[in-house]
C-alpha cells in the first residue's frame, strides 16, 4: 500500500492550492483519512481529516480557508486550501487507515508535499 501526495507549492499570500493524496495497492477498505503539516521548527500538527462516512475536522488555524474532503471509489483525499497564509508554510502529510490484505487496519502516510507561502 502506497500514499501519494501532489499538489504542493509556491503560493502568495491570500492564494488557493488543492492537495491530493491517492492510496493504492492492496486495499479492502480505507477508514479516516487527513491531512498533517510540519512547519520548519515545529512539531507535526493535525490540518484536518475525513472519516469514510464524510463527517470532517479541522484544526482551529485553518476552519473557515481550508475544506478536505475524498472520493471513495478514487481512494483519494483532497484538501482545498484558500486565503494562505505565510503561517500556512509547511510540508503536508497525508494520511489514512487503511485495511489491506491482512484484513486488519495500518496507518500509512505519504511522503509530504511542501507548501510555501510568500510574496
Known amino acids: 500500500v502506497q500514499l501519494q501526495a501532489s499538489g504542493g507549492g509556491l503560493v502568495q499570500p491570500g492564494g488557493s492550492l488543492r492537495l491530493s493524496c491517492a492510496a493504492s495497492?492492496?486495499?479492502?477498505?480505507?477508514?479516516?483519512m487527513g491531512w498533517y503539516r510540519r512547519a520548519p521548527g515545529n512539531e507535526r500538527e493535525l490540518v484536518a481529516s475525513?472519516?469514510?462516512?464524510?463527517?470532517?475536522n479541522y484544526a482551529d488555524s485553518v476552519k473557515g480557508r481550508f475544506t478536505i474532503s475524498r472520493d471513495n471509489a478514487k481512494n483519494t483525499v483532497y484538501l482545498q486550501m484558500n486565503s494562505l497564509e505565510p503561517e500556512d508554510t509547511a510540508v503536508y502529510f497525508c494520511?489514512?487507515?487503511?485495511?489491506?490484505?491482512?484484513?486488519?487496519?495500518?496507518?500509512?502516510w505519504g511522503q509530504g508535499t511542501q507548501v510555501t507561502v510568500s510574496s
Open positions: 495497492g492492496s486495499i479492502l477498505m480505507i477508514n479516516g
Open positions: 494520511n489514512a487507515d487503511i485495511m489491506g490484505g491482512s484484513g486488519y487496519y495500518s496507518r500509512y
Open positions: 475525513v472519516t469514510r462516512g464524510g463527517t470532517t
